[in-house]
């Protein structure tokens, strides 16, 4: 069984700055793409972020220069760095990480629980 735990989050004033961590732990065998999806209440779940095992990363438009995605594989552990947050970033902010759970399978898809990011003006 995957688990991961994110933490981080909370209030912070608009133009400021947040971090969020997520930890995958269980018995798997690799961990290829991690990332960051946010929703806001009555919106779909939409991409922030996602990076691979070997660094490549890939960011919605809207948070591109401003936040900043990064792994450490021999934690399991993917970061979510959010600078200059705007009104229109509080949301819940999702892990998500694709696992191969051995050699022989193909990865699957596991999420984390959640943690809220609030912006104040």
């Known amino acids: 069984q995957v688990q991961l735990v994110e933490s981080g989050g909370g209030l912070v004033q608009a133009g400021g700055s947040l971090s969020v961590s997520c930890t995958a732990s269980?018995?798997?065998?690799?961990?290829?793409?991690m990332g960051w999806y946010r929703q806001a209440p009555g919106k779909q779940r939409d991409l922030v972020a996602t990076i691979t095992s070997g660094g490549n990363t890939n960011y919605a438009d809207s948070v591109k220069g401003r936040f900043t995605i990064s792994r450490d594989n021999a934690k399991n552990t993917v970061y979510l760095q959010m600078n200059s947050l705007k009104p229109e970033d509080p949301a819940a902010y999702y892990c998500?990480?694709?696992?191969?759970?051995?050699?022989?399978?193909?990865?699957?898809?596991?999420w984390g629980q959640g943690t809220q990011v609030t912006v104040s003006s």
């Open positions: 269980g018995n798997f065998f690799s961990i290829n793409v």
């Open positions: 998500k990480a694709e696992v191969r759970p051995s050699r022989d399978k193909l990865p699957l898809g596991y």
